[in-house]
């Protein structure tokens, strides 16, 4: 197999994230294309020297295109704040190259489709970094529904919340300006648990959407407050294409909640719950168990669920984090060797953008607003 | 102290809980009026007799009239179906009785203004059946929100699911038809979910809300189908007089819950959750607390919260469902004798009830609607 | 059927607890012989008579020996404390009453063996008040046993362990004096544990033990301070009659814990885990489920489980410490109706103490020792 | 800082941990010294090479003394079954390097204690691996321990239970041998549970123990059955240094768990609850906080915890059983840069195995035994 050459752009939080995944994906999934850390970007030049030398990439540049223009990169790996992503994913792609971006997709529609259209054009594969997909249990959630094992779903329930920015002293940050961030919570939290009902409940069809900003202004570094332009938590009524109906909602300010990716699908035959802050645990309850024996079970992740097995050959021993983001790269790199489009791909990730885009406008209208790609 | 006498309509589930209650209520409870068990009333007759036998009542009747017209009762229980709530109210109130009805008050809000019409008029005492909000817990929930233990309330995620009409082949009952039962899930458990919400974050004004019915037709014993009328599942977006945000739903079809009753509250400070199926425990999140060693606190019900002492002196022994029923009796109880309103009387109920209104409202219109009283 | 008329020994938490039952019985479970509430003692007469009052007992004495020895009393309930079962059960047994005996049977082998016999020569029925035995979970977990669900039984283990004690502030009582309690710990709460292992596990035939006075003195009111004689905490190692293993532990100074009375089962094919702490929750662990999908199931308690009904038609909705007494008292009429043991009767309880006892003795002398009876 | 070099023994399951966490840590903990993965060893050549080429060793080797015997290795890391530790170790602690080697030190007593007196005469640093010491979880309950803030530990209640070899169809393994294992469910499980138990409550002075095999005899592969020589399950009563008693237990049979090494830590002032399936909870109660307001209050693992941060600079993210493993590098190669010894060192671990020494012997005498290295 040919090895892969990675150029990862940014040494933040989830470049961290990101080049440990990378780093790890080999030794556990000895099947995949070799990955040869070719370069590190950040915009200050020393920090990517620094960061390269400790991931162990062969070299740092403090100029993303250089990077994306390096005929020796093959995967550019986006791990910047969201008001990058669109320019450096359209250049990736228009140098050939695989595109890891990390989520959200962009700022909004229109950038959101533009990458969307330029990776159809590339023809290179695409992954968009919603890592909690790839974890066992909610692979395991996904094939029971696809076999049936609940019956048909006639709802989801779900929430992202964390608090992150509860703290009325945090300061102001790009986090709060929607020409960095775009939107708030919804986009860097609810678009994780609509990854979820869209991978479990299907495509949402419509919805009625509700925002607001708890914490109205902030200090800004230096002095004075600052008005925050983006909502800390919303919230919506969903109808998905089914007809299933649901309930979703996101919080940056859910006081006592740290990371609170949270569902529960209702289906006529069973039901599945599923808590991020236990990520190694499946609830399912089957309406078919024998009466007086009922309940719903925690299913502990274990090496007869996918991939898990690759870290450890003993159940119940527990996957992290980290480990969720090797998933994703495993993932991805799987699709790479394949041909085959990785999950969610720019494609897909437009799907959960557009229910974002759609929740905004409709807090905006009040009404019901139909999701648009 | 003046003995109470007390006049049940109605032997079934909710009566008999009631019977139970009231039989209990002096034992536990010495300083309130002690009750007499006057009469029973049921539609039929021979079940009256029997169940006034049961219980220890002193007469029976199979016309509830004979016992809403009798002098030597003083308080009028109603455990009927929701479709009579209303006539027996009016002719309690009426009679000058103190009235206890089981929940929803009515079954629209026409006959719930009535309803809380007369008793504004009456003078009596009025309560009605969310026995929930009597759990040592809510209380306990209720005063340290009062006490800004959690700061200010900024959000309420809660819902009632529970799955007792999940089974397609269960036959259709009064609670599938209109003009039986008035609306589905949002009434017979979306009304409990929302008197949490009034209770600790206060009135709502809007809504938006979405309803669905799973299972569109049920058999009719003795052969064919018949279309359900009302909502099998519900939810709804809120808007709190106070500005904090909210969603709500309830379920009638939500596989695996059996009391389901359930609600986060977010403060800016604290966060509350709650489980009807955990009910004794509350959990309690302060941000406060040591960095480091915060974290949800598991509250076990015990003496030192209201009235837990009345069951058992030692802590985390439990009280259950029927203990709920007996407490909401000594609430009423204790109003009756110090010529207070009980929580909830009829306008309270009358508050609850314009929600659930609200929401069927919307979930015609498809647009956010005001909660009107 | 003949109403039973009973006289109730002891106005303190227990007699509370059984006055409670004994009212409620009635309504609950119309099947059952009648009661009627004759008489009610306490070493008080004052206490005796406000006592009758409030919980309706036609009369009241100051001497137990008057209840005993009256002719209208057909059940003599015991609720006194420890020191005092032997001879009041030993006085009614020999008046021809049935005896319902607050757990605890006695002070020590010697008289508990008598108890046991004199029981035996009476023929009337007798129980002792071993009221978490009649938690519809734990037949649930007993019938589970029996039917072979979990395939033999290799381990238990468990503890009861609550808090009361751990304050060193809090006086010395006749909890600490042997001549008043007997054991500590191990006979307060570890017979509890006792009676779950040796229904679930079977007898146990020997043990080595270990105990520890974790306050060794406490004040006395009035001043200075005494030396506590019993156990704050006990544990031991078991062998059951079935070649099973266990360790089952004791304390009244677990800090943290209210009602911790908890137990793992495990079995060849299956494990049962209960916590009385959730009184309504049975979990269930079957090695035969599909792989993939196997996990502890934690089944609520509903109607389809035995007794339940009686509280509620509804699943979930949770009973409570005083619902556990009153099943008690259902099952001892039962048996008196029927003629049949109650389970445990004396003779039953008796094996629970002779484990205590060679507990005791195991700590004593360091060595494994046989239980005798 | 000067790199040192791997040699890594063993390609199994722990050497595959082993070669993972030598391969992160680097990156997660830029300030340790920088490994170099200098070469694998394993029995079988083939393997050996394959191995290290996934892992990205410079070399291989079929014979373990090469590796010990090269000049350019520093580090051994011994992932081999028990039998072999104590020969590979003593032979690299005679060749100067440090020893990173696997739990249990060894298949005994005597040479449990030649290799912890070869660890001290070498002056070079020893760990073994007792991984989930070093979870930041178990780093902050010791830390609570150590200032006082759960009082004087009275109490230490432990299991380690797992249900790897439940199935009596398991074939006949090395695990099943006294020469290649050494004790059974004791050694391989009860020894991480003592582990916890020395660092939260301090060493064990005496213990009283029993052990059984649940599963007398299992299927050789190729045909007929073979008498297992080890214990399924193990249990004691442990007394502490301190005079705290304890209870502990260890089981390869205990159906339904998969990672079952869970404790209470009891003290006069609070308490501390652990469970290694949710590795990243502490649960903690503190006698101290407002009546009405006390429970264990389930802290989440965070960047305030230690370590946790090197993995993500978000609370509740969760960290997995390979990071644990990159921990115990991680201390491990401080202790080497600091030249400290790293916990628990072959003198700490040595401690540890006298206790399941004590076990085994215990068993067998029936009596108390204490604890003697």
């Known amino acids: 197999m040919k090895t892969l ?23 556990l999934f000895p099947d995949l294309p070799p ?10 030049d020393a920090v990517a020297t620094k960061a390269a030398q400790r991931y162990g990439f062969a070299a740092s540049t403090g100029d993303w295109r250089t990077l994306v223009g390096d005929d020796g990169v093959d995967i550019v790996a986006i791990a910047t704040p969201n008001h990058l992503h669109h320019d450096m994913a359209l250049a990736a792609l228009a140098a050939g190259k695989h595109v890891h971006c990390e989520k959200p997709l962009a700022l909004d529609m229109r950038e959101a489709r533009a990458m969307a259209d330029a990776a159809a054009r590339a023809g290179t594969r695409t992954i968009v970094g919603y890592n909690y997909l790839h974890n066992p249990m909610i ?9 049936g094992e609940i019956g048909r779903v006639v709802h989801f329930r779900g929430f992202h919340e964390e608090d992150y920015m509860t703290d009325p002293a945090l300061p102001f940050s790009w986090r709060c300006e929607r020409k960095y961030a775009g939107a708030g919570a919804l986009a860097d939290l609810g678009s994780h648990i609509v990854s979820f009902a869209d991978a479990l409940a299907g495509p949402i069809a419509e919805l009625a959407a509700d925002v607001a900003t708890v914490v109205a202004e902030r200090p800004v570094p230096g ?8 909502e800390d938590q919303g919230q919506f009524l969903a109808r998905f294409a089914s ?18 990716l949270a569902f529960e699908l209702v289906g006529t035959e069973g039901a599945i719950a599923f808590d991020q802050e236990r990520l190694n645990e499946l609830r399912v309850y089957r309406a078919k168990d024998p009466s007086g024996a009922r309940g719903f079970a925690t299913i502990l992740a274990g090496p007869e669920h996918p991939d898990y097995a690759a870290f450890c050959p003993a159940p119940g021993h527990q996957i ?22 990785a999950e969610p791909d720019f494609a897909t990730a437009l799907r959960y953008e557009a229910v974002i885009d759609a929740a905004l406008r409709s807090a905006e209208s009040r009404a019901w607003e139909r999701v648009e790609r």
């Open 320 to 341: 992290g984090f980290t480990d969720l983001k090797t998933l994703e790269v495993a993932h991805f790199l799987g699709a790479i060797r394949d041909g085959r489009p």
């Open 35 to 44: 990955i040869r850390l070719a370069m590190l970007a950040d915009a200050n």
């Open 5 to 27: 050459n990675l150029g990862l752009i940014g040494a933040g939080y989830i470049g961290h994230s990101m080049a440990l995944a990378y780093r790890a994906v080999g030794a």
């Open 243 to 260: 007809g299933a109906t649901g309930a979703i909602s996101a919080s940056r300010v859910a006081t006592g909640r740290k990371m609170g």
């Open 139 to 147: 692979r395991l959630a996904r094939r029971m529904v696809a076999r």
């Open 223 to 230: 002095g004075g407050m600052r008005k925050v332009e983006n």
